[in-house]
């Protein structure tokens, strides 16, 4: 497993949380300039990071060019309705503060349901997996599932 994050701090913290685990490696990359080989990746996840690419069309191709065919990448980011509609199941597990806490995060890292059924779809569909996609809400998470 590898692991890229564009913040050196960032990666410092994930070496010392999988501290003794030699199957996963860290460095420091942009997701839109992988440092990896044509079809060399077997599977990509992304999580909460989509709200901060400043060219999401480079980084979409850029997983498509890493990508083994018949593989995938899944990208996972906030989505604020979800976490309305599930209001009540986060109240019962994390209390008032809890879910409170979770509306403003995800309010800030993500995109409404809106947003990705328009603006994530339209640029998708600039990207070579025009056509090899699909969004589902998952939890507080919109996935998008992206197939080479």
Not at 9 to 33: C, H, S, Y
Not at 41 to 64: A, R
Request: aromatic share 10%; charged share 30%.
């Amino acid at each position: 497993m590898i692991g890229i994050d564009l913040s050196r701090q960032m990666i410092k913290i994930a070496r010392r949380k999988a501290k003794g685990d030699n199957n996963i490696k860290f460095k420091v990359a942009n997701a839109a300039n992988l440092p990896f080989d044509d079809g060399s990746i077997d599977f990509i996840i992304s999580t909460g990071s989509l709200h901060h690419w400043k060219n999401p069309i480079n980084v979409f191709n850029e997983c498509y060019r890493v990508l083994k065919r018949n593989k995938e990448a899944w990208i996972y980011d906030g989505c604020p309705n979800a976490v309305k509609e599930e209001r009540n199941k986060i109240r019962a597990e994390h209390g008032l503060l809890g879910y409170q806490v979770a509306v403003k995060i995800v309010e800030l890292h993500g995109f409404f349901k809106r947003e990705y059924n328009s603006k994530i779809r339209f640029i998708i569909d600039q990207t070579k997996f025009e056509n090899n996609y699909k969004m589902e809400l998952n939890n507080v998470w919109m996935k998008i599932t992206l197939k080479k």
